[in-house]
C-alpha cells in the first residue's frame, strides 16, 4: 500500500535515496528549489507503509492553462503497483481544480508501457521527432472538457486523428500540426504548437498552442499569433500580433478577444473595439503588448518562456474560448 502527499523537507533524506535508486543526479539545491518555488511547482511523493518514497512527480502550475508533468518516477521494485496511475491522477485533478485545462508532458517515443498510462488519461502526441527511434522524446496534450478543443470533438464523433512529424507552414510559420477530420462533413480542427521534439536545451521554448484553424458549419477561423522579438524583460514592451481570418462561408462575430498572463506580466491591447466582425475571407490584425513588472515571481521552470495566452469568444459558434498563446523568453536568465 502507498500513499501519495505534497513534499516536505521532512522526506529529504527519502528523496535522495530515492534518486540514488533511480540513478538520477541529486543535490541538496533540489530540496532548497522545491521550497522556494512551491507557489508554482507542486513535487508529488508516493511513500509507502514504512514511510519509503517509492514514486515522485513534479507538476508545474504558471502560465494558465498550461500545466507540464514533469519526471515521474516509480522505484523498480514497486512498479506494477499502480504508482504511476495515481501520481497522473493527482496531476490530472490538481491542474483541473487550479483552472490548467491543458496538461502536457514529455516521454520516450519508445516507452509503451508509459504511452499506455497516458493514453488512459487522455493523452495525445503533438510533437513528435522526425525519427521515431529509441532515445527520441516526444510531446504529449491533455486537454479537458472545459476547452473548445473537447467541445469540437463531442459534437463531431466521428473524426480522424493526425500529428505532423515535421514542422508545416501556416500563416508564415513553420510549427508542428495537430488535427481532426470529420468523416462525414468538410468539418475540420487543427492546433498548431510551438516548441522542440526534445528536451529544452539550448533556445528551447515551451510547447504551446501558436494557431488554431476552425471550421464547422459553415463557420470557419484561421487564428496564429506572431511574436516580434523572442524576449521579454521589466524594460521595454515586448509585442505579438493576433491575426484572424474568416475562412467560413457565413459573417463571424468576436464578441470578446481576452489576454490572459500571469500577475506581473503586464499585458496591453490595441482593441478599438469590444466586438468584432468578420466577412468571410475577411481579415484583422490585433496587437498587444507586453512586459514584466516587479511583481513577477516565478522561478525558472522546465522552460524559461513567459506565455500570455489569448481568450476568443465567438458568437454562435463555440462555447468555450479558442485559446492560442504568445510566448518570450526571460532576457534574466543565461
Known amino acids: 500500500m502507498f500513499k501519495v502527499i505534497e513534499f516536505t523537507p521532512t522526506y529529504g533524506k527519502g528523496i535522495a535515496r530515492f534518486y540514488e535508486v533511480m540513478g538520477e543526479s541529486f543535490s541538496p539545491e533540489l530540496i532548497k528549489y522545491w521550497c522556494k518555488a512551491r507557489k508554482y511547482v507542486k513535487v508529488l511523493l508516493a511513500i509507502n507503509n514504512e514511510g519509503e518514497v517509492v514514486g515522485k512527480v513534479t507538476l508545474d502550475l504558471a502560465y494558465k492553462p498550461y500545466a507540464e508533468i514533469v ?45 499506455k498510462l497516458y493514453h488512459k488519461y487522455g493523452f495525445i502526441p503533438a510533437i ?6 529509441k532515445g527520441r522524446d516526444m510531446w504529449l496534450f491533455r486537454f479537458s472538457r472545459k476547452t473548445f478543443v473537447i467541445e469540437y470533438l463531442d459534437t463531431h464523433p466521428f473524426t480522424n486523428y493526425n500529428v505532423s512529424k515535421k514542422r508545416v507552414r501556416y500563416m508564415d510559420m513553420k510549427v508542428y500540426r495537430i488535427g481532426w477530420n470529420d468523416v ?27 494557431g488554431v484553424k476552425i471550421f464547422q458549419k459553415n463557420l470557419g477561423l484561421a487564428l496564429s499569433i ?9 524594460t521595454d514592451y515586448s509585442v505579438f500580433l493576433l491575426e484572424i481570418v474568416n475562412i467560413g462561408k457565413k459573417r463571424i462575430i468576436l464578441n470578446k478577444v481576452m489576454p490572459s498572463a500571469l500577475s506581473g506580466v503586464d499585458v496591453k491591447g490595441d482593441l478599438d473595439e469590444d466586438i468584432i466582425k468578420l466577412d468571410p475571407n ?24 513567459i506565455v500570455i495566452t489569448i481568450h ?12 492560442l498563446s504568445a510566448g518570450f523568453e526571460r532576457s534574466d536568465i543565461e
Open 128 to 133: 513528435l521527432p522526425q525519427k521515431i527511434v
Open 71 to 115: 519526471n515521474l518516477m516509480v522505484h523498480p521494485d514497486y512498479r506494477g503497483q499502480g504508482i504511476g496511475k495515481r501520481l497522473i491522477e493527482e496531476c490530472v485533478k490538481i491542474a483541473e481544480d487550479k483552472g490548467f485545462y491543458i496538461q502536457y508532458l514529455m516521454t520516450d517515443v519508445s516507452n509503451f508501457i508509459a504511452h
Open 282 to 305: 475577411e481579415n484583422t490584425i490585433v496587437s498587444f503588448k507586453c512586459k514584466l513588472t516587479e511583481n513577477f515571481d516565478v522561478l525558472p521552470l522546465s522552460f524559461n518562456t
Open 226 to 234: 506572431h511574436e516580434t522579438s523572442d524576449s521579454i524583460d521589466d
Open 312 to 323: 476568443v469568444y465567438a458568437k454562435g459558434f463555440l462555447e468555450h474560448p479558442i485559446l
Open 184 to 210: 462525414l462533413s468538410q468539418d475540420h480542427l487543427y492546433l498548431y504548437f510551438k516548441g522542440q521534439p526534445g528536451q529544452p536545451t539550448g533556445k528551447g521554448t515551451m510547447p504551446r498552442i501558436t
